[in-house]
């Protein structure tokens, strides 16, 4: 059961769009739903996006996610210095039954 | 308002047992999944393994079955997480989750968080 892949760094300016990737397999991403987490420095995880592209009240539209077969990916808009963080995919693994996986964590990085 | 809040930090030498745990609120604490999920000092999540306190059902991560026991005690709406002899590579954050039916699925509240060290 490896983790999810993701780049370990992004960066932008303020304003600028940043995209996160996800990679998994058919085990997965490609059969289950993914979500995405945001870690903000010294807190707890937070959840950003679920059912690979819903985001929970409260949470800004400038967050959207995508899914297509086996990745998905999280965009983030109009980025902002309160979005500097630790961005983190996870789906359910149908290879072991409730087996959740994580990816490796992307650090945002807003310039 | 719904929470999970966990104990508090810990400080322990190798070999040492030890018990913590993560209170719900707030929610019908029974029907929803807790998960348990890892984090080392500067590394990623990790998850560890679920239990559903209605029957107490239990998942494992192949990572950590055996190393560590997941329980349940509903009638005071608290999920633990026990070790029977820990190890320096155990000292971490760990978090308590809920799976949220509403987020599909998604761990939706987290607990604050219990560090660990050994």
């Known amino acids: 059961q490896s983790a999810l892949t993701q780049p370990p760094s992004a960066s932008g300016t303020p304003g600028q769009r940043v995209t996160i990737s996800c990679s998994g397999s058919?085990?997965?991403?490609?059969?289950?739903?993914v979500y995405w987490y945001q870690q903000l420095p010294g807190t707890a995880p937070k959840l950003l996006v679920y059912?690979?592209?819903q985001r929970p009240s409260g949470v800004p539209d400038r967050f959207s996610g995508s899914k297509s077969g086996t990745s998905a990916s999280l965009a983030i808009s109009g980025l902002r210095s309160e979005d500097e963080a630790d961005y983190y995919c996870?789906?359910?693994?149908?290879?072991?039954?409730?087996?959740?996986?994580f990816g490796e964590g992307t650090k945002v990085t807003v310039l | 308002e719904v929470q999970l809040v966990q104990s508090g930090a810990d400080v322990k030498t190798p070999g040492e047992s030890l018990k913590i745990s993560c209170k719900g609120s707030?929610?019908?604490?029974?029907?929803?999944?807790i998960g348990w999920v890892r984090q080392m000092p500067g590394k990623g999540l990790e998850w560890m393994g679920s239990?559903?306190?209605?029957?107490?059902?239990?998942n494992y991560s192949p990572s950590f079955q055996g190393h560590v026991l997941i329980s349940v005690d509903k009638s005071i709406s608290t999920a633990y997480l026990q070790w029977g002899s820990l190890q320096a590579s155990d000292t971490a954050m760990y978090y308590c989750?809920?799976?949220?039916?509403?987020?599909?699925?998604?761990?939706?509240?987290w607990g604050q968080g219990t560090m660990v060290t050994v």
């Open positions: 996870a789906a359910w693994d149908d290879s072991l039954s409730g087996h959740v996986v």
């Open positions: 059912r690979n592209n």
């Open positions: 989750a809920r799976r949220g039916y509403n987020s599909g699925e998604a761990f939706d509240i």
């Open positions: 707030g929610y019908t604490f029974s029907r929803y999944w």
């Open positions: 058919t085990s997965n991403i490609g059969s289950n739903s």
């Open positions: 239990i559903y306190p209605g029957d107490s059902e239990t």
